[in-house]
Protein backbone atom coordinates (compact mmCIF):
# COMPACT_ATOMS: atom_id res chain seq x y z
CA UNK A 1 0.00 0.00 0.00
CA UNK A 2 1.17 3.75 -0.66
CA UNK A 3 1.49 5.31 2.44
CA UNK A 4 0.96 8.99 3.02
CA UNK A 5 2.83 11.19 5.17
CA UNK A 6 1.48 14.72 6.84
CA UNK A 7 3.66 17.11 8.37
CA UNK A 8 2.72 18.71 10.86
CA UNK A 9 -0.28 17.00 12.40
CA UNK A 10 -1.48 20.38 14.44
CA UNK A 11 -0.70 23.69 13.48
CA UNK A 12 -1.54 27.03 15.52
CA UNK A 13 -2.89 29.95 13.21
CA UNK A 14 -4.24 33.63 13.31
CA UNK A 15 -6.06 34.89 11.09
CA UNK A 16 -4.60 36.34 8.21
CA UNK A 17 -1.15 34.04 8.44
CA UNK A 18 -0.09 32.24 5.28
CA UNK A 19 -0.06 28.22 6.28
CA UNK A 20 1.61 25.28 4.17
CA UNK A 21 1.21 21.82 5.05
CA UNK A 22 3.18 18.88 3.75
CA UNK A 23 1.92 15.45 1.77
CA UNK A 24 4.59 12.91 1.55
CA UNK A 25 3.58 9.92 -0.85
CA UNK A 26 6.11 6.62 -0.71
CA UNK A 27 6.04 6.14 -4.23
CA UNK A 28 5.06 8.41 -7.19
CA UNK A 29 1.90 9.43 -7.62
CA UNK A 30 2.81 11.36 -11.08
CA UNK A 31 1.59 9.02 -13.99
CA UNK A 32 4.47 9.18 -16.95
CA UNK A 33 1.52 9.02 -19.79
CA UNK A 34 -0.64 11.89 -18.53
CA UNK A 35 1.93 13.99 -16.66
CA UNK A 36 -0.62 14.08 -13.90
CA UNK A 37 0.02 13.61 -10.12
CA UNK A 38 -3.00 11.32 -8.50
CA UNK A 39 -3.67 13.24 -5.52
CA UNK A 40 -6.42 15.04 -3.82
CA UNK A 41 -6.89 17.53 -0.67
CA UNK A 42 -10.04 17.14 1.60
CA UNK A 43 -10.84 19.64 4.42
CA UNK A 44 -13.11 17.99 7.39
CA UNK A 45 -14.82 20.29 9.70
CA UNK A 46 -15.84 18.93 13.15
CA UNK A 47 -19.35 16.75 12.91
CA UNK A 48 -19.15 17.15 9.08
CA UNK A 49 -17.82 14.62 6.31
CA UNK A 50 -14.82 15.75 4.37
CA UNK A 51 -15.09 18.17 1.59
CA UNK A 52 -12.88 17.92 -1.53
CA UNK A 53 -11.07 20.75 -1.85
CA UNK A 54 -8.00 20.17 -4.57
CA UNK A 55 -7.81 17.01 -7.25
CA UNK A 56 -4.86 16.20 -9.43
CA UNK A 57 -2.77 17.86 -6.84
CA UNK A 58 -3.51 21.65 -8.03
CA UNK A 59 -6.88 22.04 -9.13
CA UNK A 60 -9.45 23.32 -7.20
CA UNK A 61 -12.81 21.83 -7.24
CA UNK A 62 -15.67 24.28 -8.43
CA UNK A 63 -16.83 26.97 -5.48
CA UNK A 64 -13.40 26.53 -3.29
CA UNK A 65 -11.45 29.66 -2.43
CA UNK A 66 -8.41 30.64 -4.49
CA UNK A 67 -6.67 30.99 -1.27
CA UNK A 68 -6.58 27.70 -1.32
CA UNK A 69 -3.45 26.31 -3.17
CA UNK A 70 -2.42 22.99 -3.97
CA UNK A 71 1.42 22.52 -5.60
CA UNK A 72 3.84 19.82 -5.50
CA UNK A 73 4.40 16.32 -7.82
CA UNK A 74 6.24 13.04 -7.79
CA UNK A 75 6.13 12.05 -4.11
CA UNK A 76 6.24 15.58 -2.20
CA UNK A 77 3.21 18.33 -1.94
CA UNK A 78 1.75 21.26 -0.37
CA UNK A 79 -1.42 22.84 0.51
CA UNK A 80 -1.00 26.09 1.13
CA UNK A 81 -3.67 28.71 2.38
CA UNK A 82 -2.79 32.30 1.93
CA UNK A 83 -4.56 33.39 4.07
CA UNK A 84 -6.07 31.50 6.78
CA UNK A 85 -9.82 32.36 7.73
CA UNK A 86 -11.49 31.52 10.79
CA UNK A 87 -14.05 29.16 8.91
CA UNK A 88 -10.85 27.16 7.38
CA UNK A 89 -10.10 25.89 10.98
CA UNK A 90 -10.60 21.80 10.41
CA UNK A 91 -8.19 18.74 9.75
CA UNK A 92 -6.80 18.71 6.51
CA UNK A 93 -6.15 15.00 4.48
CA UNK A 94 -4.46 14.32 1.51
CA UNK A 95 -5.21 10.84 -0.55
CA UNK A 96 -3.51 9.37 -3.18
CA UNK A 97 -6.27 7.83 -5.81
CA UNK A 98 -2.62 6.38 -7.72
CA UNK A 99 -3.35 2.83 -6.89
CA UNK A 100 -5.52 0.76 -4.89
CA UNK A 101 -6.40 0.38 -2.04
CA UNK A 102 -6.71 4.22 -1.97
CA UNK A 103 -4.92 5.86 0.84
CA UNK A 104 -4.89 8.78 2.94
CA UNK A 105 -2.64 10.85 5.15
CA UNK A 106 -2.88 11.35 8.84
CA UNK A 107 -3.96 14.94 9.05
CA UNK A 108 -3.21 18.05 9.72
CA UNK A 109 -5.18 20.00 12.10
CA UNK A 110 -5.44 23.64 11.82
CA UNK A 111 -6.18 25.19 15.41
CA UNK A 112 -6.68 28.65 17.07
CA UNK A 113 -3.41 30.91 18.30
CA UNK B 1 -27.77 18.12 -6.71
CA UNK B 2 -26.08 15.22 -5.87
CA UNK B 3 -26.91 13.80 -2.63
CA UNK B 4 -25.76 10.47 -0.45
CA UNK B 5 -27.21 9.16 2.82
CA UNK B 6 -26.02 6.34 4.51
CA UNK B 7 -28.37 4.61 7.10
CA UNK B 8 -27.58 1.50 9.10
CA UNK B 9 -28.22 0.55 12.84
CA UNK B 10 -26.20 2.32 14.97
CA UNK B 11 -25.12 -0.74 17.52
CA UNK B 12 -24.05 -3.99 16.79
CA UNK B 13 -22.67 -7.10 18.73
CA UNK B 14 -19.49 -8.76 18.51
CA UNK B 15 -18.79 -11.30 15.94
CA UNK B 16 -22.45 -10.06 14.20
CA UNK B 17 -22.76 -8.72 10.55
CA UNK B 18 -22.68 -4.81 9.96
CA UNK B 19 -25.66 -4.02 7.04
CA UNK B 20 -25.67 -0.55 6.10
CA UNK B 21 -27.23 1.44 3.27
CA UNK B 22 -26.48 4.64 1.04
CA UNK B 23 -29.05 6.23 -0.58
CA UNK B 24 -28.13 8.62 -3.56
CA UNK B 25 -30.15 11.02 -5.68
CA UNK B 26 -28.76 13.44 -8.27
CA UNK B 27 -27.39 11.00 -10.52
CA UNK B 28 -27.44 7.44 -11.52
CA UNK B 29 -25.22 4.60 -10.04
CA UNK B 30 -24.65 3.10 -13.77
CA UNK B 31 -22.74 6.76 -14.34
CA UNK B 32 -20.67 7.00 -11.33
CA UNK B 33 -19.17 4.75 -8.81
CA UNK B 34 -20.15 4.93 -5.11
CA UNK B 35 -16.97 4.18 -2.11
CA UNK B 36 -17.56 3.20 1.47
CA UNK B 37 -14.76 5.21 3.41
CA UNK B 38 -14.50 4.38 7.20
CA UNK B 39 -13.23 6.59 10.03
CA UNK B 40 -12.14 5.72 13.37
CA UNK B 41 -13.20 8.30 16.22
CA UNK B 42 -10.31 11.48 15.97
CA UNK B 43 -8.17 9.59 13.20
CA UNK B 44 -8.01 9.33 9.75
CA UNK B 45 -9.96 7.76 7.15
CA UNK B 46 -9.90 3.92 5.06
CA UNK B 47 -10.84 3.06 2.06
CA UNK B 48 -13.01 -0.16 2.07
CA UNK B 49 -14.45 -0.55 -1.53
CA UNK B 50 -16.03 0.43 -4.12
CA UNK B 51 -19.29 -0.44 -6.73
CA UNK B 52 -18.23 0.67 -10.15
CA UNK B 53 -20.55 1.67 -12.53
CA UNK B 54 -21.22 -1.25 -14.12
CA UNK B 55 -21.51 -3.05 -11.37
CA UNK B 56 -18.33 -4.79 -10.76
CA UNK B 57 -17.04 -4.13 -7.23
CA UNK B 58 -13.47 -3.47 -5.72
CA UNK B 59 -12.20 -4.26 -2.17
CA UNK B 60 -9.79 -3.10 0.11
CA UNK B 61 -7.62 -6.31 0.76
CA UNK B 62 -7.57 -5.24 4.70
CA UNK B 63 -11.20 -6.30 4.19
CA UNK B 64 -11.64 -8.33 1.16
CA UNK B 65 -11.88 -11.72 3.05
CA UNK B 66 -15.42 -10.56 5.31
CA UNK B 67 -16.68 -7.19 3.21
CA UNK B 68 -19.47 -7.22 0.50
CA UNK B 69 -21.21 -4.26 -1.50
CA UNK B 70 -23.81 -4.76 -3.61
CA UNK B 71 -26.21 -2.39 -5.05
CA UNK B 72 -30.09 -1.92 -6.23
CA UNK B 73 -29.95 0.51 -9.18
CA UNK B 74 -33.73 0.59 -9.37
CA UNK B 75 -34.32 2.11 -5.95
CA UNK B 76 -30.56 4.16 -6.38
CA UNK B 77 -29.06 2.11 -3.40
CA UNK B 78 -25.75 0.63 -2.45
CA UNK B 79 -24.92 -2.16 0.34
CA UNK B 80 -22.52 -2.62 2.05
CA UNK B 81 -22.04 -6.17 4.41
CA UNK B 82 -19.33 -6.51 6.92
CA UNK B 83 -18.92 -9.90 8.85
CA UNK B 84 -17.46 -10.93 12.10
CA UNK B 85 -17.05 -7.63 13.54
CA UNK B 86 -14.78 -6.56 16.36
CA UNK B 87 -14.99 -3.90 18.57
CA UNK B 88 -12.10 -1.73 16.16
CA UNK B 89 -14.50 -1.62 13.77
CA UNK B 90 -16.17 0.79 15.59
CA UNK B 91 -16.36 4.63 13.55
CA UNK B 92 -18.58 6.57 11.66
CA UNK B 93 -18.82 4.98 8.14
CA UNK B 94 -19.27 7.28 4.73
CA UNK B 95 -20.61 6.63 1.29
CA UNK B 96 -18.66 8.81 -1.28
CA UNK B 97 -19.34 9.68 -4.76
CA UNK B 98 -16.33 9.59 -7.54
CA UNK B 99 -14.04 7.83 -9.98
CA UNK B 100 -10.85 7.53 -7.58
CA UNK B 101 -11.02 10.56 -5.43
CA UNK B 102 -14.46 11.53 -3.66
CA UNK B 103 -16.72 14.20 -5.15
CA UNK B 104 -19.54 14.23 -2.88
CA UNK B 105 -19.90 12.59 0.69
CA UNK B 106 -22.86 11.24 2.87
CA UNK B 107 -23.13 12.19 6.09
CA UNK B 108 -21.97 9.57 7.51
CA UNK B 109 -23.50 7.02 9.93
CA UNK B 110 -21.82 5.70 13.27
CA UNK B 111 -21.40 2.00 13.91
CA UNK B 112 -20.61 1.14 17.75
CA UNK B 113 -19.73 -2.50 18.04
CA UNK B 114 -20.36 -3.76 21.82
CA UNK B 115 -21.96 -6.06 23.93
Known amino acids: DIVMTQTPSSQAVSAGEKVTMSCKSS????????????LAWYQQKPGQSPKLLIS???TRESGVPDRFIGSGSGTDFTLTISSVQAEDLAVYYC?????????FGAGTKLELK | QVQLKESGPGLVQPSQTLSLTCTVS????????VHWVRQHSGKSLEWMGR???????SYNSAFTSRLSISRDTSKSQVFLKMNSLQTEDTGTYYC?????????WGPGTMVTVSS
Open chain 2, 96 to 104: ASGGRYFDF
Open chain 2, 26 to 33: GFSLTSYS
Open chain 2, 51 to 57: MWSDGDT
Open chain 1, 27 to 38: QSLLYSENKKNY
Open chain 1, 56 to 58: WAS
Open chain 1, 95 to 103: EQYYDTPYT
